[in-house]
C-alpha cells in the first residue's frame, strides 16, 4: 500500500519546473528546425507504398491496386 504525501510546492520547486519546461521547449524547437531544414534539403517528397482501395458487396470483399 502508497501512502501519499501532500507538501506544499515551495518557490523553488515551481522555478525550477518552469525552467526544465523552458529547455524542453528550446530542444524541441531545435529539433524542429535540423528536421525541416533535412527535408527541404531533400525535396520535401516522401514516396511511399502505393495506395489500396477495399471495396465490400456483403460477403465479397475487392482489393484494387493502384
Same mark, same amino acid.
Given at each position: 500500500?502508497?501512502?501519499?504525501?501532500?507538501?506544499?510546492?515551495?518557490?523553488?520547486?515551481?522555478?525550477?519546473? $518552469?525552467?526544465? $519546461?523552458?529547455?524542453?521547449?528550446?530542444?524541441?524547437?531545435?529539433?524542429?528546425?535540423?528536421?525541416?531544414?533535412?527535408?527541404?534539403?531533400?525535396?520535401?517528397?516522401?514516396?511511399?507504398?502505393?495506395?489500396?482501395?477495399?471495396?465490400?458487396?456483403?460477403?465479397?470483399?475487392?482489393?484494387?491496386? $493502384?
Amino acid at each position: 500500500m502508497t501512502v501519499e504525501i501532500h507538501r506544499p510546492k515551495t518557490f523553488l520547486r515551481r522555478v525550477e519546473r $518552469g525552467l526544465v $519546461g523552458i529547455a524542453m521547449a528550446v530542444v524541441a524547437f531545435i529539433l524542429e528546425r535540423v528536421v525541416m531544414k533535412s527535408v527541404r534539403k531533400e525535396g520535401g517528397t516522401v514516396k511511399g507504398p502505393p495506395g489500396k482501395v477495399v471495396t465490400s458487396k456483403g460477403g465479397e470483399v475487392d482489393i484494387d491496386k $493502384g
